[in-house]
């Protein structure tokens, strides 16, 4: 049975910083391109960050560039995001996802997805 788990997500103030995990299990991520999308209440959900299997490529949505860091330990089974500069439009779910194709991933590509962590950022 494939898991993703997300954990980190919690209550911050502007400006401050939260570092989300997704722990696999059931899947090696070094498998499949792995990413994050968010969805905030009443909207749909959205590419936040991606990363190729072996790390070498990164891609972001315009809105989190130069605060958002997507990093991948394969050996550890498990994908971070490291947010820093949080804003209040940054609080939302935030789920992990393992995608079928690299590059940008929509939501229709996403083979597997966790749970969701909240994040939500107190102005």
């Known amino acids: 049975q494939v898991q993703l788990v997300e954990s980190g997500g919690g209550l911050v103030q502007a400006g401050g910083s939260l570092r989300l995990s997704c722990a696999a299990s059931?899947?090696?991520?070094?498998?499949?391109?792995m990413g994050w999308f968010r969805q905030a209440p009443g909207s749909e959900r959205k590419f936040v960050a991606a990363i190729s299997w072996s790390g070498g490529s990164l891609y972001y949505g315009d809105s989190v560039k130069g605060r958002f860091t997507i990093s991948r330990d394969n050996a550890k089974n498990t994908v971070y995001l490291q947010m820093n500069s949080l804003k209040s439009e940054d609080t939302a779910v935030y789920y992990c996802a393992a995608h079928s194709i690299p590059g940008v991933p929509t939501v229709a590509m996403v083979r597997y997805w966790g749970q969701g962590t909240q994040v939500t950022v107190s102005s």
């Open positions: 059931g899947l090696s991520i070094r498998n499949y391109p």
